[in-house]
Nanobody, 121 residues
C-alpha cells in the first residue's frame, strides 16, 4: 500500500502564502500523476489541482486558478502546492493524491493523511 506523506500546512493570515509538499514513501514507485484535494468542515472533498508525471500538464479548480501552483520536484516523485493570496474559504484539510494515469479531477487510489490549512483574518 503506497502511502503519501504531506507537510507544510498551518495557520496563515488571509492574503498570505503557504507551500505544501508531498512524496510517496515507497520510492520504487515512479511516474505517478499527483495532485491535491481538500475537504472543508461539513463539505465534500473537492479537487484542487493535478500534475502529470513529468510536469508537462497541470489542471486547476476554478476556485484556485491564478492563486495556486502545482509543481514537481527534481526527483519527479515529489509534488508541491504553492498557495498564494489565501482566502478564508481555502481553509480545509488538504490531501495529496496519486494515480498511475493523468485523469484530472478524478482521485486515484493513493492518499496521504492530510495536512490542515487554516486561513484567518
Amino acid at each position: 500500500q503506497v502511502q503519501l506523506v504531506e507537510s507544510g500546512g498551518g495557520l496563515v493570515q488571509a492574503g498570505g502564502s503557504l507551500r505544501l509538499s508531498c512524496a510517496p514513501d515507497a520510492h520504487i514507485l515512479i511516474n505517478l500523476a499527483m495532485g491535491w484535494f481538500r475537504q472543508a468542515p461539513g463539505k465534500e472533498r473537492e479537487f484542487v489541482a493535478m500534475i502529470d508525471w513529468n510536469g508537462a500538464n497541470t489542471v486547476y479548480a476554478d476556485s484556485v486558478k491564478g492563486r495556486f501552483t502545482v509543481s514537481r520536484g527534481d526527483a519527479k516523485n515529489t509534488v508541491f502546492l504553492q498557495m498564494n493570496n489565501l482566502k478564508l474559504e481555502d481553509t480545509a484539510l488538504y490531501y495529496c493524491n496519486a494515480r498511475r494515469d493523468f485523469a484530472p479531477r478524478v482521485p486515484g487510489p493513493y492518499w496521504g493523511q492530510g495536512t490542515q490549512v487554516t486561513v484567518f483574518t
